[in-house]
Structures are given as C-alpha cells and as structure tokens.
C-alpha cells in the first residue's frame, strides 16, 4: 500500500498499541485481482488500508498536469464518502452506510478533499468533508489522525492543505477554545538546541516525542498554508535561523532548516525511520520534503533532492503503485522538472497506465491540434514510427522498495 501519513499512523500505534500496526505497516500489501477491485479504482493491490488515499493522490496529480480523469474513478472516489462527510480508507460495499465502527480518519478525508477540490464540480461533497473536519478539529486546533486523537503535525498539514483547497481560511477554522492549526503547529514543533527544531512526533515504544522528518515536511508545508501541489519557488529565501518557536511561522523556519540539514547530510535524501528499515532510503518522505521546500522558498535544495529522486525512484515507484507516481509529480512540479521526462520516466504515462483511462490530457490535445494543423503526415505519426523502432531500449533504473505515505 501507500502511505503517505506513516508518521500519523505511527502516532496512532504509539496512543492505542498494535491493533493500529496494519496500516502503518502494509507496505507489503498483497496484490488483489484486479478483476476483483472497482474498475474506477486506481492501483491493483489491496485497497483495505490506502484505497480513498492513493485514490486521491492520483486524481489530484492528474489535474496538476492537465489530465481529466475517467469519470468513473471520481465517482467510486465520491461514492466512498460516509454521510458525516469523512472518508475512511476503503468501502468495499459503499452501499452500506457507515456506522460507529467505520474507521473514518483526518487523513484520508483531507486528501480526498484536495483531490475533489481542484477537480472541480464537487462542491457538496466538499462541503461536507470540509464539515466533517472542522468537528475533527482538537481544542489545540491541530487534528489527530482519528477524532479523539492528539494532534500530530501530519494530520494538522494535510487538513490545513484541504481547507485552503477548499477555498476556507485555515487561520480562521478555530475550535472551541478559539484556536486554529496555526495555534497547534508551534507547540508540535521542538527544540532548536536538542533536536535542530524539527517537528516531534510520538515513539512508538516510548511515546514520547522525537524529531521526524516526514512530520517536520507536513508541519512546515501546512504552516505555510500549502496542499499538496506547490508550485516551484522563484527565488531563493534567505537561510532559515532556527528560535524559540512561537509562532507558526518560526516553527516552519526552523522545520525547514532541519529539513535542509538533514537531506544534505544525507545525500539529498532521507533515509527511513520506520522500525525494522535500516539504511533504506526514504523516498517518499523525500518528496514531501521537496513539497516542503518549495513551499518555504528553497528552490536549490528542492530540485538536487527532485533530482535525486528522478536518479532513483523507478523501481520504487513500480512497486509501489499510483501514489507513488502521485507524489513523484508533485515533486517534479515544486521543483521546475518535467514530469512527463524525470529520470527518463513519464510518470503521467506511468500513472494513468495504473487505472481507468483518463479522458483527455493535454499532452494529447496538443498532439492533435499539431497533426490537424500538418495537412499532410503528422509529426506526431513520424515520432510514434520512431517510438516503435526504440522498443527493448529500456531504462536502468537504480532505487530502494519503500512505500511509505500517508
């Protein structure tokens, strides 16, 4: 599965035990036929844990590069909503309707939020997710990955990203006690001296807090009040100083200084903090970062760890499955590469190939308006001669297996 929000999840194992592991750790999610998954469904493994997810990774990335999705995998996307609004992460039987022990959670409504948001022509249904969010929300103002659940900066991120998606503003989403996510962000947000003021996230076995870099990506990605499609930082910010962070603001300058420390260190990437994962590169918390970046007006940093992951990502990407493609675009678009040639991969060709057949994309409106305009032998037929004539060159492709969102 995908998991984009395995720090979430991991907070969840530290607050309720093992019976919240299967999701934090289903990377090896068993392939399901795919005769036997909805056919607007995108990806062919097991949709139990990240169905709604990567579901929404995908709709969402192909409206970011002018791809209109099948009609078919919207509406299996809006058929899974509870009638509260939330989304869980996978109904088999979506005319059944949710109860008390329907799993509905912060994250996988927020995605879906995003995703239905730009798509446009789904107001209602944002609307009530958007609703259903703003019940979710903590006395701190944060979210927790479920309702009842501290407030963790993964959730917090991604919820702030839904709401500014939605057209609400975050700052003025407060709970009860009057706060808003911009409230929470700071008090998740932790030492400079001890721990390079990074954002916290509880240990599993401990649950005491402890510097994470996926959740510092969310949490200076949300206080800049981003979704998840950034758009490239033109010029560089000056060198974040790392404070006492009393502020949102502070907190994302000093999550992005950690952000910037770490990946340097590490060869423009992250390495897995996953339990059991020793030297495994992370590379979809590398893509959050590169989110992040962008988003903190970081070009330099956000295009080597691009770059990085265009060297390296295919085999995991493959594997993987469509929110890995998802994230993959997401980070070419912050960084200023092309998604349709990272690392000589076309991750939309990539990514459609993984579900229903879009409706139409860009790429091929173009490719028509050239060949109505050639009068004679379209370019675009002369290219796809030469296109035949390359199959069996393939890429070699370098990169490490690790799902890893959510």
């Not at 309702?147 to 709970?175: F, H, R, W, Y």
């Not at 490239?232 to 300058?253: G, H, I, L, R, V």
């Not at 993959?328 to 040639?341: N, Q, T």
């Not at 993984?354 to 409706?359: F, H, S």
Request: with cysteine.
């Amino acid at each position: 599965m995908n998991v984009r929000r395995s720090a979430a999840v991991l907070a969840a194992v530290a607050v309720f035990g093992s019976a919240a592991a299967p999701a934090a750790f289903a990377d090896t999610a068993s392939p399901s036929p795919s005769a036997g998954l909805p056919s607007g469904l995108y990806g062919d493994s097991d949709p139990k844990f990240d169905g709604v997810f990567r579901q929404s990774y995908a709709l969402l990335a192909q409206d970011a590069v002018g791809v209109k999705p099948a009609a078919k995998s919207v509406d299996w996307l809006t058929g899974q909503q509870c009638a509260s609004g939330g989304f869980t992460a996978y109904r088999a039987d979506a005319s059944e309707p949710c109860d008390s022990k329907t799993m509905v959670d912060s994250n996988m409504t927020a995605s879906a939020v995003q995703a239905l948001a730009a798509l446009g022509g789904q107001d209602k249904a944002v609307e009530k997710s958007v609703g259903w969010l703003k019940s979710a929300q903590n006395t701190d103002g944060g979210w927790g990955y479920s309702p009842g659940m501290d407030s963790d900066a993964n959730s917090t991120g991604i919820v702030i990203g839904a709401l500014a998606a939605a057209g609400e503003k975050p700052q003025s989403v407060k709970s009860r006690d009057g706060k808003s996510a911009y409230d929470a962000l700071p008090a998740l947000s932790m030492s400079c001296e001890k721990d390079g003021g990074a954002f916290g996230l509880a240990d599993v076995k401990s649950g005491k807090p402890a510097p994470n870099a996926d959740a510092t990506a969310a949490g200076v990605l949300g206080a800049h009040g981003k979704g998840l499609v950034v758009d490239e930082a033109k010029k560089e910010a000056a060198a974040p100083k790392c404070a006492k962070a009393d502020t949102a603001e502070q907190a994302a300058s000093n999550g992005t200084g950690y952000l910037l420390k770490t990946l340097a260190k590490g060869d423009d990437h992250l390495m897995s903090s996953m339990p059991g994962a020793k030297n495994m590169p992370d590379l979809g918390n590398t893509a959050d970062s590169v989110l992040a970046l962008a988003a903190a007006g970081q070009p330099e940093q956000a295009k080597k760890s691009a770059e990085w992951l265009a060297k390296n990502s295919a085999d995991w990407a493959k594997k993987s499955g469509p929110a890995a493609y998802a994230q993959l675009i997401f980070a070419a678009h912050a960084s200023g590469l092309d998604a349709r040639d990272f690392g000589g991969a076309d991750l939309v060709e990539r990514l459609n190939a993984t579900g229903p057949a879009p409706q139409t994309t860009e790429k091929a409106a173009d490719e028509k308006k050239d060949s109505d305009d050639g009068g004679g032998v379209s370019v675009w037929w002369i290219i796809g001669v030469g296109m035949v004539a390359g199959v069996g060159i393939g890429f070699l492709y370098s990169g490490n297996k690790k799902k890893q969102q959510l």
